[in-house]
């Protein structure tokens, strides 16, 4: 309650941070990025931190005159600490722009800070499509689950699924999963038979499997965040569903980069619908993988690290374009404006921060694991080009 009323009232005294006297004096450009490094989500903060840190080697740590420093700080998914970290950054170091935000409820909890302190908040991992209307101060550069759900309700019917069981995180994002998957598979013939929730602590998948068994769906239909997606495909196939006739079908969160090499030769066939794979066959990505690789022992870049990656970027060039002026930092409505209606070829294809949303449009790809030089990869075989976010047309 103290911290909060701090801030409250150093805003209402009018001490815009960004415009002050002691900032001019102090030309550093600050990034506060506010990841999960410990607990379920650790994975998403290891990426992304590698990719934010790949990004600053790649691109120096000086730009438009101004050092650049990046302040990383373990929120450990909860919410409550992510507000309070947020806070802290605003007011005790006096952050640039807010970023990282692991999981939906970490962007949401923070999106009053950058409302009131007038700080960009970029988005590089949580993908609740409504997150970007929390805050006109934020941009997003990971992508959201209707933008990807809907292809694979696309890809399914026509490929002899009509009968789908949905298994989500019960979350903002599983939730937008659930509905636009199963909105568009309706329109295009098939059926939902069930749609089943699973929590986001310590989830237990056992008990729900038992239940698709039973009710033997053409599909499932599998939403999880980032890093539980093995512990899905091991009881999927422990269980035999795929012997039992079942296939499994999930976004790119599911067959996770991260982990799917180690998710063993069960999950091959296995089709999801994705924004990024490491194996997307472009020269910007290959690039990309081989330098993630060797600045961190060998680790293979997943949908966060690009999610990171491209944050970085869109916030290098906000200042670039914006900050070369009078030997002071530039506002945060400033820098906003520069972040919007960025268009770039990122890792995962071409790219573009629609100014209108603030959210990332960008190319869909449906998937199929594959084996490629004795590895486990997500290759794709389809595109949708630009798709925007489904749920902003609503
Ligand atoms: C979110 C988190 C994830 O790890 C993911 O893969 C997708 C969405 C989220 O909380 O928004």
């Given amino acids: 309650m103290q911290k909060r009323s701090f801030l409250h009232a150093a805003l209402a005294a009018g001490v815009v941070f960004a415009g002050s006297a002691a900032m001019a004096q102090d030309s550093t450009f600050r990034i506060g990025l506010i990841l999960p490094m410990t607990g379920q989500q650790a994975s998403t903060g290891r990426q992304i931190e590698a990719a934010a840190k790949l990004y600053m080697a790649q691109n120096g740590d000086t730009v438009a005159g101004r050092k650049v420093q990046l302040i990383v700080k373990d929120d450990t998914s909860l919410p409550d600490v992510t507000r309070r970290l947020a806070q802290e950054l605003v007011v005790n170091d006096k952050v640039n722009v807010l970023a990282g935000f692991g999981i939906t409820p970490s962007a949401t909890a923070t999106a009053p800070i950058a409302t009131q302190s007038k700080t960009p908040e970029v988005v590089m991992a949580a ?37 789908v069981v949905t298994l989500v995180s019960d979350y903002g994002p599983g939730i937008d999963a659930e509905k636009y998957f199963k909105e568009r598979l309706q329109f295009n013939g098939g059926q939902v038979t069930e749609a089943l929730r699973v929590p986001l602590r310590n989830p237990d998948f056992a008990p729900f499997l038992q239940k698709v068994r039973d009710a033997r769906p053409d599909a499932l239909f599998v939403f999880v965040p980032s890093g539980a997606g093995a512990a899905v495909m091991k009881q999927f196939l422990e269980r035999g569903m795929d012997k039992a006739g079942i296939r ?99 890792p995962r294809g071409p790219v573009f921060i629609d100014a209108q949303t603030r959210d990332i449009v960008q190319n869909v790809y449906l998937r199929k694991v594959e084996k490629k030089d004795g590895e486990l990869y997500n290759v794709e075989f389809d595109v949708i080009k630009d798709v925007k976010d489904p749920g902003k047309t609503k």
């Fill in 248 to 346: 499994l079908i999930a976004t790119g969160d599911v067959t996770d980069d991260d982990q799917l090499n180690d998710m063993g030769d069960g999950a091959l066939g296995v089709v999801t619908s994705h924004h990024y794979s490491a194996a997307h066959p472009s020269a910007a990505n290959r690039k990309f993988v081989e330098a993630f690789g060797k600045a961190n022992k060998g680790m293979r870049p997943n949908f966060m690290a690009v999610g990171g990656y491209d944050g970085m970027r869109v916030i290098y060039e906000a200042l670039k374009k914006t900050g070369g002026k009078g030997g002071a930092n530039p506002s945060g409505d400033a820098l906003l404006a520069a972040m919007k209606g960025q268009i770039f070829e990122s």
């Fill in 127 to 163: 993908a609740t499509s409504s997150i970007t209307e929390a805050s006109p101060y934020i941009v997003r550069t990971s992508f959201t689950l209707p933008q990807v759900s809907v292809a694979l309700a696309d890809w399914a019917p026509k490929n002899g699924i009509k009968t």
